[in-house]
């Protein structure tokens, strides 16, 4: 029996770290993304480059479910499925807007709300309970986000508030894959999501429509395969350790977007920017940590009634 508990342990580690090791991958691949649709935007509206990135995300995607055929596309969750489109692609057309009008390392910044949102919405959604300390937590979070903003010293611009919306919505992505991924596959979750992209954002692109050159085309099949990867990368490391766990890594959005943002397009993030980032990385970690400690107590009781029904 105690080779047992050691081998689940052993397992349950392995699982955090590549759960860790795909958020990294995850947030390199986005902040790559957000670069791609800067300089795209130069000449393409945010949601004629959200559409083909859908579209040619797609294209990227159908080797993949070729090769694992259509048993893993087979699910009773539609509806679900559904309404994780329709969150996303809310999240997706503030985030594309916001990328425009925002520096990249703020973008970052704005987006480490996420987690802050998750804990809230477990508490709604998931029925997780919400201590003094969790709820502590979240208040320096959203304190550190109006560090950022700094409301009142000069107007919050339209950007910043796009920005703050996309990471509420993909909060609710995330707290809706999670769910998801207790009985769907990640590259269901991932499919189903995409073919609910596509026509939303066609039908948002043809307000705006310019016909992309052969270059930009080239481009955003590129963006598209960035973000079926980092879209793959963050459902299995959601599916292999737990969001309080993985979610704050999410903070290495701020380093790959202030190295971006200065060497690509000059931009040198503000001190508030990083003080602000900091209060809310802090916040999310601690967040975290005191989910991380209840879920282990949790683990502790069932593992305690195994081995007391074994005996």
């Known amino acids: 029996m105690g080779q047992r508990s050691i081998g689940l342990m ?7 770290l ?7 991958v995850f947030t390199a691949l986005i902040m790559g993304m957000v670069v791609g649709i800067r300089l795209l935007s130069k000449n393409l509206h945010p949601f004629e480059i959200a559409f083909f990135r859908n579209l040619f995300g797609m294209i990227t995607l159908v080797p993949l479910v070729i090769r694992n055929g259509i048993e893993p596309l087979k699910t009773k969750r539609l509806g679900l499925i559904g309404l994780r489109g329709i969150f996303n692609a809310a999240s997706l057309m503030l985030f594309f807007l ?3 009008l925002v520096p990249v390392a703020e973008i970052a910044a704005y987006s480490f709300t996420t987690p802050l949102f998750v804990t809230i919405m477990a ?8 201590g003094p300390r969790r709820w502590i937590g979240l208040i320096v979070g959203f304190g550190g986000a109006m560090v950022i903003l700094r409301p009142g010293s000069e107007a919050i ?3 910043a508030l796009y920005a703050i919306g996309s990471a509420a919505f993909w909060a609710l992505t995330v707290i809706v894959i999670k769910i998801l991924s207790k009985t769907e596959a990640s590259v269901t979750i991932t499919f189903y999501g995409v073919i609910i992209l596509i026509p939303i954002t066609f039908i948002a692109a043809l307000f705006v429509w310019t016909w992309p050159s052969a270059i930009e085309l080239m481009w955003m099949a590129l963006l598209g395969a960035a973000w079926i990867t980092a879209q793959l990368c963050l459902t299995q490391a959601l599916k292999n350790a737990d969001a309080g766990l993985v979610m704050p890594f999410d903070f290495t959005k701020l380093i790959w977007g202030a190295a971006a943002g200065f060497i690509i397009f000059a931009e ?3 001190i508030y920017t990083w003080i602000g980032s900091a209060i809310i990385f802090g916040a999310g970690t601690y967040v975290a940590y ?8 949790q683990e502790k009781f069932e593992l305690a009634a195994i081995v007391e029904a074994e005996a």
């Open 98 to 100: 916001a990328v425009t």
């Open 157 to 159: 611009s339209v950007g």
């Open 290 to 297: 005191r989910e991380r400690k209840a879920k282990k107590e």
């Open 123 to 130: 508490m709604l959604f998931l029925s997780e309970r919400m």
């Open 10 to 16: 052993d397992l349950k580690k392995s699982n955090n």
């Open 268 to 270: 040198v993030p503000s």
């Open 18 to 24: 590549s759960g860790i090791a795909l958020m990294l």
